[in-house]
């Protein structure tokens, strides 16, 4: 097939989402302005971040409904979804069963792609996510299951967490769960509290990032698009999302906390059910251990943070994977109601990480202030230093170094749109690049 005839046709396949999303904005904006409605358009907070999202990082599935439901007001008000909403509370309140739905899509580009590689990258992910009380609810001791659903698809040849690699020359990923696997069991877990958040245990097909090595900017779906700035920050090899296993947390003093997890490191999260052949007869996991320090109150802990994980990776006799260890030394202090930076390091002794050593610094600047994190407009930049894996990559590679900035627009409660520039300077699998740049868009309605 005639490339040329090929990328056109995945750009207007790709196309389709956008349409679908803008068209969908403006019916609910329009009918919003022709219907008079006392009922408020604003999502209830049916379930409060600070109470009940325990140890659970800003993508956690409370924690990231929290946000969506606590978003800042904007002049855009899509007031034809108040019928969910009232709906979506009421079933909240009389059942103690919480839902969340939101499609994300994501736009990358560059212009020094390597030989016979895609000059740009389109995907979407459509995710529904839900947490029902079964026990224990408006106790010091809630039970609660959780779940999330996705469905990926790349709408490109090359899905988003790929371009970096395979059309740059960078050892390193951007928009992590952009893939093309389809429909896939993110989390469906028990979690319990105990004694009023002091002790948390989760167990089930969990997302392990969650509870590992928590950070502020963290999430892909609404902070940095390079995931070197993201867990370990690149420098750690993190098992797949539905993976079975296990992780707890507890406050050892008002400011001190411990978390420790072990999950199967050969999850699929498009076959869960083979993660109980894995896990039982393989015995292959990752396994970590995280002490910190918080400044701020325990239900933002991640806030004003200090924190060291280390982790250890079995070996993977079927992908031909070694066994590694590492660890994670992070601090992030918020120096104003607004600005939040962020000095982040890590290594990795062998194992299927990115990278072996890394360094990244920032900062994050949130107008409407650091309690609409991740739900508010921000701008983000940061410089990130990384020395490819030699378990992964080869040896004698050199260091590569990227810088990204972006700015996450709040267009109304429900729409985020957030463009974002990296600089890729001596990407490691392109030596005869000095730098290259590489531009994205990223859309994300949530209700």
Not at 80 to 105: C, I, M, S
Request: proline share 4%; glycine share 10%; hydrophobic share 40%.
């Amino acid at each position: 097939m005639n490339p040329d005839r090929s990328t056109k046709a995945s750009r207007a396949i790709g196309l389709k989402p956008l349409q679908s999303l803008a068209l969908m904005v403006l019916f609910c904006a329009t009918a919003n302005a022709a219907t008079d409605t006392e009922q408020s358009s604003a999502p209830q907070p049916v379930e409060n971040a600070a109470s009940s999202a325990g140890f659970g990082g800003p993508d956690s599935i409370p924690r990231r409904s929290a946000m969506d439901r606590n978003a800042p007001e904007t002049r855009l008000d899509l007031g034809l979804l108040n019928p969910w909403y009232a709906w979506r509370n009421k079933l909240a309140d009389e059942r103690g069963l919480t839902l969340n739905a939101e499609y994300n899509v994501t736009y990358l580009s560059t212009s020094d792609e390597l030989e016979d590689t895609s000059d740009d990258s389109f995907g979407g992910i459509f995710r529904f996510s839900g947490s029902w009380s079964a026990f224990g609810r408006e106790t010091s001791h809630p039970g609660t299951v959780r779940f999330l659903v996705e469905h990926t698809n790349s709408y490109t040849n090359t899905p988003p967490s790929g371009f970096l690699g395979q059309s740059t020359g960078y050892a390193g990923i951007s928009n992590l769960p952009y893939n093309d696997e389809g429909w896939r069991l993110n989390t469906l877990y028990w979690d319990q509290i105990f004694q009023d958040g002091k002790y948390e245990l989760v167990a089930g097909y969990l997302d392990i990032s969650d509870y590992v090595d928590v950070f502020p900017l963290v999430s892909p779906w609404t902070d940095f698009f390079n995931y070197s700035f993201s867990i370990g920050a690149g420098a750690l090899d993190l098992a797949n999302d539905g993976a079975l296993g296990v992780a707890g947390a507890t406050w050892l003093t008002e400011s001190i906390y411990a978390t420790v997890g072990l999950v199967d490191q050969n999850s699929d999260a498009t076959d869960p059910l083979d993660g109980f052949d894995t896990f039982f007869n393989d015995h292959e996991f990752f396994k970590h251990v995280e002490i910190g320090w918080t400044g701020a109150s325990q239900e933002a802990w991640y806030l004003n943070n200090v924190h060291l994980t280390l982790w250890q990776a079995d070996e993977r006799d079927e992908l031909g994977v070694q066994d590694g260890w590492g660890g994670v030394l992070s601090f992030n202090h918020t120096l104003t109601d607004q600005w939040l930076v962020f000095v982040r390091g890590g290594f990795a002794e062998d194992g299927g990480s990115l990278l072996e050593r890394s360094v990244s610094i920032g900062a994050g600047y949130t107008p409407a202030g650091i309690e609409t994190l991740g739900s508010g407009s921000q701008l983000g930049f940061g410089a990130t230093w990384g020395r490819p894996n030699d378990a992964l990559f080869g040896e004698n590679l050199d260091d590569q170094y990227a810088l990204e900035t972006y700015f996450r627009l709040h267009v109304s409660r429900e729409l985020a749109i957030t463009p974002s520039v990296q600089l890729l300077i001596d990407p490691a699998l392109n030596p005869d690049k000095d730098s290259v740049w590489v531009a994205g868009i990223r859309a994300r309605f949530a209700i």
